[in-house]
């Protein structure tokens, strides 16, 4: 469709549709939103991609949800009986089952589950939705966060005591995208990419695609999914034996120097060598004085002077009592662990060729500064918790973290947070389903996993949910078991679902609230990344038209909840005005400006690197927030856990490798990407979208595909130990042979292009999701084998 002759009010504003949040104008005449476009004066504005272009179709889309509606049927019942029921009558309905269960059980056996803020516009009323559920003291919330972008955020910080921040784009020399495509995801990311490879910088892809940026990169590694944990140790191997890392940086930065004793596997403490030492006091070698020298991790430095702290070989310490440990620094544990993973065995495990890994370490260490950025394609995994350390530890070796060029964290304007964990007591914290299990992973946050949330509905462990609401997360697709979910849902006392439209999961709800989209609401935005002056905007975006039918915004419905629930108070008296205010109050900004300025504004704030050198409090450098104030490369906090506190690699749960006695059933790779029209689960009822993407595709290679008599756009089955999929072929020759990449999401039909929905699940689904084994998880995170899987594709029925 084309903008041009459009004559009516242009309205500024950005799109809430992805995490790309793109500045865009919206085009109203009559009333009626007819175009968006770009807005290349905001700081993510410069392009806008098919989706938020096709919103007029997504904002008057015939299957919208208009009214509030209540079932009159049994769940199981395909005829729900919805009748029409007014505002009053559904949040009333909802506020007394809520308010019964919490009575009655406790607010932990009411759950909510919450769709994505990085691929849906509930990015507009997420904070307010975290501020119900944590002032009703619910524990449990499930939003897929160990899918998306927990590792990126809080793997990461298992090392440097921080999320990943965002690629210096401007300064980079060397840019890694590791299971990230931003041509698909992330717009305005996409740009500053394309803006630093034509600017010089260095590019490495590591994806099974050669999709997005890896059709540009200078070395593009193909690696089988799953096994990005041995490419990053094998990549480390080869920097640590050519003596490609920044010595000073891990000598003086990370726990490096710290010993770990032979014996035990334990870091060396003080009192192990004296009865007189202090029992978290650490053990370094001074090299230089020949002696043991301790290290306080609370003041984050070393008692006594050191004059070279030893990182790599044997050491032997003695004991006042006469006897000796024998030890090695952690910075040689992690080295003897790269050591196991030469670039021979690497190419073995991953499908990437040796030679190809020798020349990828070298670019990352003659290219610096590097910068790196990771997302899902290294989110779900099985082992992805490993992987991201192992990740971590690599990057750690470039000495880049948080330098120009590297990988920084914007300064952004300081704002308060609406919903934050500490409105949820510590008493509720710990009752968060699978915190028990998985003690550092998302339920820490109070974020569970839907597995979790399946066995507690089903079997009480470890204890009964009762109730559940809904803010748009489609169960029934966006996670794996569509089986076991349709089961636990039915089993629930109630069941409640705010959204745009008649999901799967919506579908099986009591009652039903229409959401209002992002174009007929409000939406305030601190930041907008991916650079320094990304994150120096904000905007309050205002609606551009009169919300359709009945539908409100999230934000309205949670105040209105919290009203009667009692807390009414605590969500300031329903004014989503005194909201705003209270978060901009540290930033200064006001509402009134933004109110006055609706393209938005820019924030001083100054840019700032290396923070970890800056004076703490104590008047020494600040450090890393980790627990011994330096990277770990040594991480005792998953060691005190049970898990290996050096990222050794760990076969998918399910590969070739590791199931033999599945892989001459499903000899191939099963893996899953996304595509630029559909952000999840939705739009695929949008004509202008479905258009050009009108059936689910599975890509084999050529021969995989030959060797199964199956040719492009044939019909196939895809099968897992788990169940199957429909889709149609589409021939990749870019892929490794072994590997089947298949489109999620799929249930929607498009009427006015005449093309079908799927089920959610049962023989005819197109569910990718349905595919998987919810049971098989990270043990650390939780996270499941969504992006490697073994399956088998035969031909299938059109």
Same mark, same amino acid.
């Given at each position: 469709?084309?903008?041009?002759?459009?004559?009516?009010?242009?309205?500024?504003?950005?799109?809430?549709?992805?995490?790309?949040?793109?500045?865009?104008?919206?085009?109203?005449?009559?009333?009626?939103?007819?175009? @968006?476009?770009?807005?290349?004066?905001?700081?993510?504005?410069?392009?806008?991609?098919?989706?938020?272009?096709?919103?007029?179709?997504?904002?008057?889309?015939?299957?919208?949800?208009?009214?509030?509606?209540?079932?009159?049927?049994?769940?199981?019942?395909?005829? &729900?009986?919805? @009748?029409?029921?007014?505002?009053?009558?559904?949040?009333?309905?909802?506020?007394?089952?809520?308010?019964?269960?919490?009575?009655?059980?406790?607010?932990?056996?009411? &759950?909510?589950?919450?769709?994505?803020?990085?691929?849906?516009?509930?990015?507009?009323?997420?904070?307010?939705?975290?501020?119900?559920?944590?002032?009703?003291?619910?524990?449990?919330?499930?939003?897929?966060?160990?899918?998306?972008?927990?590792?990126?955020?809080?793997?990461?910080?298992?090392?440097?005591?921080?999320?990943?921040?965002?690629?210096?784009?401007?300064?980079?020399?060397?840019?890694?995208?590791?299971?990230?495509?931003?041509?698909?995801?992330?717009?305005?990311?996409?740009?500053?990419?394309?803006?630093?490879?034509?600017?010089?910088?260095?590019?490495?892809?590591?994806?099974?695609?050669?999709?997005?940026?890896? /059709?540009?990169?200078?070395?593009?590694?193909?690696?089988?999914?799953?096994?990005?944990?041995?490419?990053?140790?094998?990549?480390?191997?080869?920097?640590?034996?050519?003596?490609?890392?920044? +010595?000073?940086?891990?000598?003086?930065?990370?726990?490096?120097?710290?010993?770990?004793?032979?014996?035990?596997?334990?870091?060396?403490?003080?009192?192990?060598?004296?009865?007189?030492?202090?029992?978290?006091?650490?053990?370094?070698?001074?090299?230089? /004085?020949?002696?043991?020298?301790?290290?306080? $991790?609370?003041?984050?430095?070393? *008692?006594?002077?050191?004059?070279?702290?030893? %990182?790599?070989? $044997?050491?032997?310490?003695?004991?006042?009592?006469?006897?000796?440990?024998?030890?090695?620094?952690?910075?040689?544990?992690?080295?003897?662990?790269?050591? +196991?993973?030469?670039?021979?065995? *690497?190419?073995? %495990?991953?499908?990437?060729?040796?030679?190809?890994?020798?020349?990828?370490?070298?670019?990352?260490?003659?290219?610096?500064?590097?910068?790196?950025?990771?997302?899902?394609?290294?989110?779900?995994?099985?082992?992805?918790?490993?992987?991201?350390?192992? %990740?971590?530890?690599?990057?750690?070796?470039?000495?880049?973290?948080?330098?120009?060029?590297?990988?920084?964290?914007?300064?952004?304007?300081?704002?308060?947070?609406?919903?934050?964990? #500490?409105?949820?007591?510590?008493?509720?914290?710990?009752? &968060?389903?699978?915190?028990?299990?998985?003690?550092?992973?998302? /339920?820490?946050?109070?974020?569970?996993?839907?597995?979790?949330?399946?066995?507690?509905?089903?079997?009480?462990?470890?204890?009964?949910?009762?109730?559940?609401?809904?803010?748009?997360?489609?169960?029934?697709?966006?996670?794996?078991?569509?089986?076991?979910? !349709?089961?636990?849902?039915?089993?629930?006392? =109630?069941?409640?679902? /705010?959204?745009?439209?008649?999901?799967?999961?919506?579908?099986?709800?009591?009652?039903? %609230?229409?959401? #209002?989209?992002?174009?007929?609401?409000?939406?305030? !935005?601190?930041? =907008?990344?991916?650079?320094?002056?990304?994150? #120096?905007?904000?905007?309050?975006?205002?609606?551009?038209?009169?919300?359709?039918?009945?539908? !409100?915004?999230?934000?309205?419905?949670?105040?209105?909840?919290?009203?009667?629930?009692?807390?009414?108070?605590?969500?300031?008296?329903?004014?989503?005005?005194?909201?705003?205010?209270?978060?901009?109050?540290?930033?200064?900004?006001?509402?009134?400006?933004?109110?006055?300025?609706?393209?938005?504004?820019?924030?001083?704030?100054?840019?700032?690197?290396?923070?970890?050198?800056?004076?703490?409090?104590?008047?020494?450098?600040?450090?890393?927030?980790?627990?011994?104030?330096?990277?770990?490369?040594?991480?005792?906090?998953?060691?005190?856990?049970?898990?290996?506190?050096?990222?050794?690699?760990?076969?998918?749960?399910?590969?070739? @490798?590791?199931?033999?006695?599945? &892989?001459?059933?499903?000899?191939?790779?099963?893996?899953?990407?996304?595509?630029?029209?559909?952000?999840?689960?939705?739009?695929?009822?949008?004509?202008?979208?479905?258009?050009?993407?009108?059936?689910?595709?599975?890509?084999?290679?050529?021969?995989?595909?030959?060797?199964?008599?199956?040719?492009?756009?044939?019909?196939?089955?895809?099968?897992?130990?788990?169940?199957?999929?429909?889709?149609?072929?589409?021939?990749?020759?870019?892929?490794?042979?072994?590997?089947?990449?298949?489109?999620?999401?799929?249930?929607?039909?498009? $009427?006015?292009?005449?093309?079908?929905?799927?089920?959610?699940?049962?023989?005819?689904?197109?569910?990718?999701?349905?595919?998987?084994?919810?049971?098989?998880?990270?043990?650390?995170?939780?996270?499941?084998?969504?992006?490697?899987?073994?399956?088998?594709?035969?031909?299938?029925?059109?």
């Amino acid at each position: 469709m084309t903008t041009e002759g459009i004559t009516g009010e242009r309205i500024a504003g950005f799109c809430a549709l992805c995490r790309s949040r793109c500045g865009c104008v919206s085009v109203v005449e009559d009333g009626r939103l007819v175009a @968006v476009e770009p807005d290349p004066s905001h700081p993510t504005g410069q392009h806008l991609c098919v989706k938020g272009r096709a919103a007029p179709e997504l904002v008057y889309a015939p299957d919208r949800l208009l009214h509030p509606m209540r079932r009159t049927r049994p769940r199981n019942d395909p005829n &729900a009986g919805w @009748v029409r029921i007014t505002w009053d009558e559904a949040l009333d309905w909802t506020a007394e089952r809520m308010r019964a269960i919490a009575d009655r059980e406790g607010p932990e056996a009411v &759950a909510f589950t919450v769709t994505t803020p990085a691929g849906t516009a509930i990015s507009d009323g997420f904070p307010w939705i975290n501020r119900l559920i944590r002032a009703f003291g619910s524990p449990n919330m499930v939003w897929g966060e160990e899918l998306c972008a927990w590792h990126r955020d809080y793997a990461t910080a298992l090392t440097f005591g921080a999320d990943i921040g965002t690629p210096d784009f401007e300064r980079t020399g060397c840019l890694v995208l590791w299971g990230h495509n931003p041509s698909s995801t992330y717009l305005a990311q996409a740009t500053a990419v394309t803006e630093a490879a034509t600017r010089g910088t260095a590019l490495i892809v590591v994806d099974p695609r050669r999709a997005g940026p890896a /059709a540009r990169a200078d070395q593009w590694l193909r690696v089988r999914p799953g096994t990005d944990g041995a490419l990053a140790l094998g990549l480390a191997s080869v920097m640590i034996a050519e003596g490609w890392y920044d +010595r000073d940086f891990v000598r003086d930065w990370t726990n490096g120097p710290l010993l770990v004793r032979d014996d035990t596997g334990a870091l060396l403490t003080a009192a192990d060598l004296s009865p007189d030492g202090r029992p978290g006091d650490y053990v370094a070698w001074d090299r230089g /004085a020949a002696r043991p020298v301790a290290y306080d $991790p609370v003041a984050g430095r070393f *008692v006594e002077r050191v004059v070279e702290p030893a %990182l790599t070989g $044997p050491v032997t310490c003695p004991t006042r009592g006469g006897g000796a440990i024998a030890c090695v620094p952690a910075f040689e544990a992690y080295a003897a662990l790269c050591r +196991r993973y030469p670039p021979a065995r *690497v190419e073995r %495990l991953t499908g990437v060729p040796a030679a190809q890994i020798a020349l990828t370490a070298r670019l990352l260490w003659e290219r610096r500064p590097v910068a790196y950025f990771h997302w899902t394609g290294l989110e779900q995994h099985t082992n992805a918790t490993q992987t991201v350390r192992a %990740l971590s530890l690599l990057y750690a070796l470039t000495g880049c973290w948080d330098a120009p060029g590297g990988n920084v964290r914007p300064a952004r304007p300081v704002i308060n947070d609406l919903g934050p964990l #500490s409105l949820l007591s510590d008493k509720q914290r710990a009752k &968060a389903i699978g915190l028990a299990e998985r003690p550092l992973g998302p /339920a820490r946050q109070g974020w569970v996993t839907a597995g979790d949330l399946y066995r507690a509905i089903l079997h009480g462990t470890p204890y009964p949910v009762r109730g559940v609401v809904g803010f748009g997360a489609n169960m029934l697709l966006s996670q794996p078991g569509a089986t076991v979910a !349709r089961a636990a849902v039915d089993r629930l006392d =109630f069941l409640v679902y /705010a959204d745009l439209f008649l999901t799967p999961t919506a579908a099986m709800a009591d009652v039903v %609230l229409p959401v #209002s989209s992002a174009w007929e609401r409000e939406g305030l !935005r601190v930041g =907008f990344g991916p650079t320094q002056a990304g994150e #120096s905007f904000a905007q309050l975006r205002g609606p551009v038209i009169a919300p359709l039918g009945e539908a !409100r915004s999230d934000t309205w419905i949670v105040c209105e909840l919290a009203r009667r629930l009692g807390l009414g108070k605590t969500f300031f008296d329903g004014s989503e005005d005194a909201g705003h205010r209270f978060a901009l109050e540290p930033s200064g900004v006001t509402l009134e400006q933004l109110r006055a300025h609706p393209g938005g504004v820019r924030v001083p704030v100054e840019a700032r690197f290396k923070r970890y050198t800056a004076p703490g409090p104590d008047g020494r450098s600040a450090g890393f927030a980790t627990p011994s104030r330096r990277v770990e490369i040594f991480s005792a906090q998953l060691a005190r856990h049970g898990q290996s506190p050096l990222p050794d690699y760990v076969e998918p749960a399910a590969s070739p @490798v590791s199931r033999p006695d599945l &892989a001459a059933r499903f000899p191939l790779r099963l893996t899953s990407a996304k595509v630029v029209q559909f952000c999840h689960s939705q739009q695929r009822n949008l004509p202008r979208l479905r258009r050009h993407s009108p059936d689910p595709q599975a890509e084999m290679h050529p021969e995989a595909a030959k060797a199964r008599g199956i040719a492009a756009d044939d019909w196939v089955v895809v099968e897992t130990p788990h169940g199957t999929m429909r889709a149609r072929a589409s021939l990749n020759s870019s892929l490794d042979p072994e590997v089947v990449c298949a489109q999620f999401g799929w249930w929607q039909a498009c $009427p006015p292009l005449g093309l079908p929905g799927y089920a959610s699940d049962g023989p005819g689904s197109a569910n990718y999701n349905a595919l998987i084994d919810p049971e098989a998880a990270d043990p650390i995170s939780g996270t499941v084998a969504l992006r490697s899987y073994l399956c088998e594709v035969r031909r299938g029925d059109p």
